[in-house]
């Protein structure tokens, strides 16, 4: 038997694919050899993948460059026997770990998700006989009955099909169900337009067929999803990238400085005890014991506010990514598009008619050059509509929570709508136009036919059609006009008409009707062959989600480009592309790629063109990776939505995948990293806007934080250089860092957004955690509290305060240096004056406490016999109050000049 993978059986004709399978069209294999087969190929099933063990997985939380570091701060704590700080300090870790656990656990679930959805049944001729049986102990070979409900159960390679009409949006997504065929196909015919094969997930919506499975389980089409979800790359974001490098380079700087500390004190006569614990105090100090815990949160409250503007995030580093986002690769149908069919324009008695409105929604108008019309003016018009209610199968209804619902064909669909939109109702045409008889639609025939009564006329009888512009035109003689006279038929310009609404990317059927005397209640195409009355033409299409256009233009405002990667031909894909305004930079841009164009193009070849194209149709699974990856080779951060099985692979390889909470297939949502819960295209701008205000605050905490670190570490070299006492003790350095970091620090959590930060473009991917500006920044500062705390801690030796006082004004510079300096930090570039006061009212209450807490420090004797600090006189507190005002003063004064330009 000829293998399954590899060979191109939408190529070979039917005969010769049954020959290479050893098959049987009417006998189907026999029970033996489909047993024999199946212990050959195995089960119809996906396997699933082995992953990580969860013990290994939160090991892997452990290894990470600032971890490290703050694993050593636990060391060092342990070493000088100071048991709360050293726990303090490890529940960190331990809070950090635990979070990063459970949101790596939830978050590659995508296969698993698959294989529930291949657990289906199948028809099957075994033996001769006609068998019900699981999908999962098909074989190769095997026959397979298809009918109108069933999922398909394996690729299939049809063999006889009657009217087979196949809903593969989920897998290539087209939005309209795929007319099949059996005739052989060019071997290079992607597999959205491989109109001989039925593939495994999709659903049969119309007519039966019969087909032979050529693959199975991980061969079929969403097996091979499945194998490029397991192949894709789990991306580190770029915030985790940036804190890596950060923490690389700082765990570097500390082990040296540690040592140079060391080294130098000991150089200088100094004992190894005490040069030893100065070192210590030196990394204790230069290590950022808050930042992780300030990362987390800070991430963890943009998870929240998202949530209210209807993103869910599944992975808490998405929050930041998606603030990075420089490309966003949107599929079309059911994301940009609402995956509800639409009739946008009429052409009814020589007359072209608008029609608004979108989706399922009953509710719009009609209009002709721009003024409103009410259908009832046109009596064309109104048969044009009816012929497309009646002459359907569709049904429209209201959901249990008030939604509007189509069962049934989505062009039949469209048609309904627009019938209810010119007050139209099956329930009264019921009685007026009972329907007596129907002609199927055939595919050799092209239209549908019914036949109804009619209530004022019980003698007369009236057919209406619909169907193909060319099947339905060969056969009317006479056409209906606006008045309801009947007039001569003009079959060149309705063709004329035809195609420049499908150059549009509007699908268009024509429809007619034949009224005759009181016949029986059959109907058959001899009655429809000839002399039919034209009514007109509706022109449909999957239109944009009503936000769409908006959020396409405040994406394209703040600098990201938005690309449309759909299955969809590519004249529908470019309609919509040039509706939602991709087409803004000018028209040599929206010229679409298709998947075949595509598929020519090397690797390098497409990373060099990739940038340049908005549109690509057409595109299989493995393409839309392949562009995804082709975006990143050059440095893009790029945030790919979908909905559809075909979309996870990408999903899951993007910077950050965005699936539809809705009408998501449940692969996609398990592959993402955000849902949206409204499935709305504008939700994604709304989280683009948090993501860059968390990623905003994040970089304010660094920019606040580190100046402490500096100091702090500046303050024990100059000691160690200078020969003298050390200014600070390692656990009142611990005492600042984690006090600070929690009721100061962690406040620019709660930082409202900046105005304008939708205005600017995404930063550069390849820019560092910290600019230029505010690494200045951050020396001067840290500068500025080396001055004052060593400064203070002399003169009060100077003026004859013992250690432990001049000590504890030290750690009151820091404090308070570091309070004053959280203002600046509120606006990195503005006055905080100019964003409100009382605007972050959290910051407002951890300072509150911060004040409070640092005066227990400094009076209570508990604390006093804790941290070795001792009570200050109001010189001293004029002093560090004066000395965090400067600070403050400085800072303000380089932005004024930043904004200025003279900096």
Not at 279 to 303: D, R
Request: with cysteine; glycine share 8%.
């Amino acid at each position: 038997m000829q293998p399954m993978t590899e060979t191109p059986w939408h190529h070979l004709p039917a005969d010769e694919v049954v020959q290479r399978l050893d098959a049987s069209p009417e006998y189907g294999l026999d029970p033996a050899e489909a047993e024999r087969r199946a212990q050959q190929y195995g089960p119809n099933a996906l396997v699933a993948h082995k992953g990580t063990s969860p013990l290994l997985l939160f090991a892997q939380q452990f290894h990470q460059p600032l971890i490290y570091i703050l694993l050593a701060a636990t060391l060092v704590t342990l070493f000088l026997n100071e048991w709360v700080d050293a726990g303090v300090i490890f529940g960190v870790v331990l809070v950090n770990a635990i979070i990063g656990f459970v949101q790596e656990s939830k978050a590659i679930k995508a296969i698993e998700s698959l294989s529930r959805s291949m657990t289906t049944s199948a028809v099957v001729m075994r033996g001769g006989v006609r068998r019900q049986i699981p999908a999962a102990q098909l074989a190769p070979g095997d026959i397979v009955l298809l009918q109108s409900g069933d999922k398909v159960p394996a690729d299939l390679r049809l063999l006889t099909i009657k009217e087979l009409q196949v809903d593969e949006s989920a897998l290539t997504g087209e939005s309209a169900p795929v007319q099949k065929g059996r005739a052989s196909l060019p071997e290079d015919t992607v597999l959205a337009d491989r109109r001989n094969m039925a593939y495994s997930s999709a659903l049969v919506t119309y007519g039966i067929g019969r087909g032979v499975v050529v693959a199975i389980g991980k061969d079929t089409e969403i097996g091979r999803i499945n194998e490029m979800i397991a192949a894709a790359d789990i991306l580190a974001t770029p915030l985790t990238r940036k804190i890596a490098g950060f923490s690389h380079l700082l765990l570097y700087v500390i082990l040296g400085l540690a040592a140079l500390t060391f080294l130098v004190g000991v150089g200088r006569g100094g004992s190894w005890d005490e040069m030893f614990m100065a070192a210590v105090a030196l990394a204790v100090g230069a290590i950022p014991e808050g930042l992780p815990a300030a990362v987390t949160i800070t991430l963890a409250l943009g998870v929240s506010i998202m949530a209210k503007r209807n993103a869910i995030i599944r992975k808490l580093p998405a929050v930041e990514t998606l603030g990075s986002t420089t490309v966003i690769c949107s599929d079309k149908t059911g994301t940009l598009t609402q995956n509800q069919m639409t009739v946008q324009e009429i052409l009814a008695g020589g007359e072209l008619f608008a029609v608004s409105g979108g989706g399922y929604e009953p509710e719009g108008e009609f209009s002709r050059d721009g003024r409103r019309i009410e259908a009832a003016d046109s009596l064309a018009l109104q048969e044009c509509v009816l012929a497309g209610l009646l002459c359907n199968d569709a049904v429209l209804a209201k959901g249990e929570e008030g939604e509007w619902r189509v069962e049934g064909d989505p062009t039949e669909a469209a048609l309904v709508v627009a019938a209810h939109k010119a007050g139209f109702t099956r329930e009264t045409l019921a009685v007026e136009r009972p329907r007596l008889d129907v002609v199927p639609f055939e595919s050799r025939y092209q239209y549908m036919a019914t036949l109804h009564g009619r209530a004022e006329d019980q003698e007369q009888q009236m057919v209406y059609l619909k169907g193909s512009v060319e099947s339905l035109l060969s056969r009317c003689c006479q056409t209906l006009a606006r008045d309801g006279k009947l007039e001569p038929l003009n079959s060149e310009a309705c063709h004329r008409m035809a195609e420049e609404l499908a150059v549009k990317g509007l699908r268009v059927l024509a429809f007619a009707r034949k009224e005759r005397q009181k016949n029986g209640a059959e109907l058959d195409h001899a009655d429809v062959a000839e002399g039919l009355t034209f009514l007109g033409l509706q022109a449909m299409i999957d239109p944009p989600g009503p936000e769409a256009i908006e959020s396409v233009r405040v994406c394209r405002q703040a600098g990201i480009r938005v690309k449309m990667i759909t299955g969809d031909h590519a004249v529908t894909a470019m309609a919509i592309a040039r509706q939602i305004g991709l087409d803004g930079d000018g028209e040599e841009r929206i010229a679409a790629m298709t998947g075949r164009e595509l598929a020519e193009l090397s690797d390098e070849a497409l990373i060099a063109t990739v940038e340049q194209t908005m549109v690509f149709a057409r595109v299989a699974p493995e393409q839309k990776l392949r562009l995804v990856r082709a975006l990143q080779a050059r440095d893009q951060i790029v945030a790919m939505t979908g909905d559809g099985v075909n979309d996870a692979p990408a999903l899951r390889q993007a910077d950050i995948g965005v699936a539809m909470g809705i009408t998501g297939a449940e692969v996609a949502k398990e592959a993402s990293d955000m849902l949206l819960t409204d499935d709305n295209f504008a939700s994604i701008t709304a989280a683009v806007e948090e993501g860059r205000g968390v990623y905003d605050n994040l970089v304010k905490f660094i920019t606040w934080t580190l100046p402490t670190n500096l100091g702090e570490g500046l303050v024990i070299l100059a000691a160690v250089f200078a020969g003298r006492q050390l200014p600070i003790l390692p656990v009142q350095i611990l005492w600042i860092n984690m006090t600070t970091a929690v009721l100061l620090g962690l406040m620019l959590a709660f930082e409202p957004k900046e105005p304008g930060i939708m205005d600017r473009p995404p930063r550069d991917p390849r820019q560092s955690l910290l600019t230029r500006e505010l690494i200045g920044r951050i020396l001067v500062v840290g500068l500025l509290l080396l001055a004052g705390a060593f400064g203070l801690f002399e003169l009060g030796l100077w003026r004859g305060r013992s250690i432990e006082a001049a000590r504890t004004c030290a750690v009151n510079v820091f404090v308070f240096g570091e309070l004053f300096y959280l203002f600046n930090c509120r606006s990195l570039r503005h006055s905080p004056f100019s964003l409100g006061f009382f605007s972050n009212r959290p910051l407002l209450l951890g300072v509150g406490l911060m004040i409070v807490l640092q005066l227990l420090f400094t009076y209570l004797p508990v604390m006093q016999a804790a941290f070795g600090s001792q009570g200050l006189d109001a010189v001293e507190w004029l002093l560090i109050v004066g000395g965090a005002s400067v600070t403050y003063a400085v800072i303000e004064l380089e932005k004024w000049l930043r904004r200025r330009g003279r900096v």
